[in-house]
């Protein structure tokens, strides 16, 4: 569960802040009664929200056809400015 802290408390205390979350503790940083940032312990495995888009993304490409591809383009082809 993640603990609230406002903005102002978040600037005092940032170096006990990051120490609680090295142990795993997340925090929700409010300011004004918004939440604007969260402090979350930073993870090796990747974002589950991030690789599903990504693989949903990948997915699709592989199962789309190409619409008037060709094997080769020109270099100006490539670079022509499209109005």
């Known amino acids: 569960m993640e603990k609230s802290v406002s903005a102002a408390n978040a600037n005092r205390n940032f170096s006990k802040l990051?120490?609680?979350v090295r142990k795993?503790?997340?925090y929700l940083v409010t300011s004004r009664g918004e939440r604007v940032a969260k402090l979350?312990?930073?993870s090796e495995k990747?974002?589950?929200l991030r690789e599903g888009?990504?693989?949903s993304l990948m997915a699709r490409?592989?199962?789309t056809k190409p619409v008037n591809a060709r094997k080769?383009?020109?270099r100006d082809?490539?670079?022509e400015d499209r109005e």
Do not use: I, N
């Open 77 to 79: 082809e490539l670079c």
């Open 24 to 26: 795993g503790r997340s």
């Open 53 to 55: 888009a990504f693989d």
């Open 46 to 48: 990747k974002d589950g």
């Open 72 to 74: 080769h383009w020109t």
């Open 40 to 42: 979350v312990p930073a």
């Open 18 to 20: 990051l120490r609680g």
């Open 61 to 63: 490409l592989k199962a």
